[in-house]
Each structure stands twice: as structure tokens, then as C-alpha cells.
T-cell receptor, first 114, second 114 residues
């Protein structure tokens, strides 16, 4: 059973460009979570999605950031007009619909803004 | 709001030494508590968990007990190995309704020398 997959693993963008980060949950998981790990800071929750629905976006910056989890295909975290402060590791996790709700993490996407 | 506090690192130990990494939390009610481990260049792996007071989570020789009276979830291992070198994160989650986000400590870096 494949784990959570994220791509790309490394992404370099110039200031002002757009970044698209993809996450494919584990088989049988319908819940996806995005977290950001900034240098010298801890992990911070960004958004929680189910298929076609945003459940909790309390951690998402109000501007430039958006997330989706369509009926078909991976979840996408999109950052428009990136700035240097967006440089971070972005982790995706997934969980089952019921049961223990344990979150299983992907390897992360390391975004560097130059 | 909810929060997690971990002891600051880095922690450096010799192989076969005893390990304790302190973790305390602030939350109302009974959150679920977790320890995750992050090996260099990799994502986060769930190490162990506890979902109610006095539960003991254990895995790979690591243990942690959910102490409601002291709001603590300290991680211990009797004899560390070089392969345990990693960053350890304590986290909590309410896992109630739509509130499933993980709230993280800042992480504690562990280096084990042969």
C-alpha cells in the first residue's frame, strides 16, 4: 500500500511566480491536511480538506494561498506571487474517514523562493 | 488556545544512554497526544500515541504516558542507538468533529554518538 505521495520534492520559484504543490493521499484515505514547516519555527497547520470540501482553513494565510481536493486527482496547494518568506517545507498528511484518524505524512515539498 | 511545549534541544547522548524528552500541553478536555519523528531529509513518522488519560503509547523501545494531572506526555527510551538520531515532535489533536488539526511543539533534535 503506497504511502502519501507529494510532488515535486523540491521546487524553486522566483519571486512573483506561482507554486503548485501536489499531494496524493494513501489509498482509502479521504481526508487531507497541509502543514508548513518554516526555518527556525515549528510545524503549523494550514488547511484540512475532504473530497471537494474545505473543512478547516484556519491556518491558511488570507492572501495568495489556496487549496483544493477535487473528486478526482490529488490535492493541490497553490501559492500565488510567491515571496521569500514562503520558502519552507510543506507537508501533506492523510487520514481515514473513521476510526483513529491518525495522520500519515508524505515526504514533503521543499519550496525555495529566490 | 491549545499549545504544546517541548524541551529545547539539541540533546546529545552516547549510545545506550537513557533518553527523556519532556512535553507538556495546554488544552481543555482530553486531547489525543502524539510523538512524531523526523529523520534527516524525510517526512514525519508517527512514533506513538495515546488517546486518554493514563494510556501508555509505545513503539520501537520508546514510551510515553498520558498524564492528565501534570498535562504531560514525556518521551522515554531506556537505551538509545545511533539510528535514533532525529528530530522528535510532540503534538496534540482534539479529533472531535471537524477539528482534527495537529498542534505541534517546536521539536527536539537528538544526536546519538557511538
Amino acid at each position: 500500500n503506497a504511502g502519501v505521495m507529494q510532488n515535486p520534492r523540491h521546487l524553486v520559484r522566483r519571486r512573483g511566480q506561482e507554486a503548485r504543490l501536489r499531494c496524493s493521499p494513501m489509498k482509502g484515505h479521504s481526508h487531507v491536511y497541509w502543514y508548513r514547516q518554516l526555518p527556525e519555527e515549528g510545524l503549523k497547520f494550514m488547511v484540512y480538506l475532504q473530497k471537494e470540501n474545505i473543512i478547516d482553513e484556519s491556518g491558511m494565510p488570507k492572501e495568495r494561498f489556496s487549496a483544493e481536493f477535487p473528486k478526482e486527482g490529488p490535492s493541490i496547494l497553490r501559492i500565488q506571487q510567491v515571496v521569500r518568506g514562503d520558502s519552507a517545507a510543506y507537508f501533506c498528511a492523510s487520514s481515514q474517514d473513521r476510526g483513529s484518524y491518525e495522520q500519515y505524512f508524505g515526504p514533503g515539498t521543499r519550496l525555495t523562493v529566490t | 488556545g491549545d499549545s504544546v511545549t517541548q524541551m529545547e534541544g539539541p540533546v546529545t547522548l552516547s549510545e545506550e544512554a537513557f533518553l527523556t524528552i519532556n512535553c507538556t500541553y495546554t488544552a481543555t478536555g482530553y486531547p489525543s497526544l502524539f510523538w512524531y519523528v523526523q529523520y534527516p531529509g524525510e517526512g514525519l513518522q508517527l512514533l506513538l500515541k495515546a488517546t486518554k488519560a493514563d494510556d501508555k503509547g509505545s513503539n520501537k523501545g520508546f514510551e510515553a504516558t498520558y498524564r492528565k494531572e501534570t498535562t504531560s506526555f514525556h518521551l522515554e527510551k531506556g537505551s538509545v542507538q545511533v539510528s535514533d538520531s532525529a528530530v522528535y515532535f510532540c503534538a496534540l489533536s482534539r479529533n472531535a468533529g471537524n477539528n482534527r488539526k495537529l498542534i505541534w511543539g517546536l521539536g527536539t533534535s537528538l544526536a546519538v554518538n557511538p
